[in-house]
């Protein structure tokens, strides 16, 4: 016996194919945000990593003249070699497919809180030079994401990482720097954060504004062919 089939009708809108279904205009524009994005930090990566290995090496240099003892500062090198390679990882390659650069971003940007923390940690704690840095993977996070569930537990995770410095005894930390170091290496810190900061803002705002105008073109094109 073989079984009939029958053809069901069921009242409402017809859903279109996986295919046929087009993104929301939130999500458009902020794929396009992101590539271009991408294009806009591209300009100047390489120049990044190079003046901020220069700025890097000048904080190495004030820790050993203020006392800092060589295997801390030796530490530091080591975070920094492996921060740089989780850049060359998560910027310089994955970030270049267009479905992957708000997942690098933000495995970057736990990159960065370890690293900040983590130099903070062996150079004196809250009497660190490199205390400037340490909302700054917080602060990058809220300008590329805004004030969404993903910038908030990226600041936590931030706040928890600084929490648990803080706690950590002097013992662990070392010892505090003299004055004329201490205050030479938050002025350079704090003029690099602020570089940083600038630099990331500009490029999101040409970003959005390129993003906002390729929109526009999208539904012009669109309304016309209707």
Known sequence: MVASTRTVTVAGTTLAADAGVSERPAETWRGRRNRYFVEEAAKMTRFAIAIGAFVHLAMLAILLDGGVAWWR??????????????????????????????????????ASQIFVVGTATLTGGLHSPFLPNLVL??????????????????????????????????????????????????????????????????????AATRAGDSYDCLREERGAEA
């Open 73 to 110: 500062v030796a530490a530091c090198v080591g975070l920094y070699v492996v921060f740089a390679g989780c850049h060359r990882v998560f910027v310089g390659k994955r970030m270049l497919e267009p479905d992957c650069v708000e997942s690098s971003l933000i495995a970057m940007n736990i």
């Open 137 to 206: 993977p917080a602060t990058v996070s809220l300008l590329f994401f805004g004030p969404i569930p993903t910038a908030r537990w990226i600041a936590v995770s931030n706040a928890l990482l600084i929490a648990a410095m803080l706690l950590l005894p002097t013992s662990v930390v070392g010892a505090p720097m003299n004055d004329v170091h201490y205050m030479a290496g938050v002025v350079i810190g704090l003029g690099w954060s602020l570089v940083l900061l600038h630099q990331m803002a500009g490029k999101l705002a040409v």
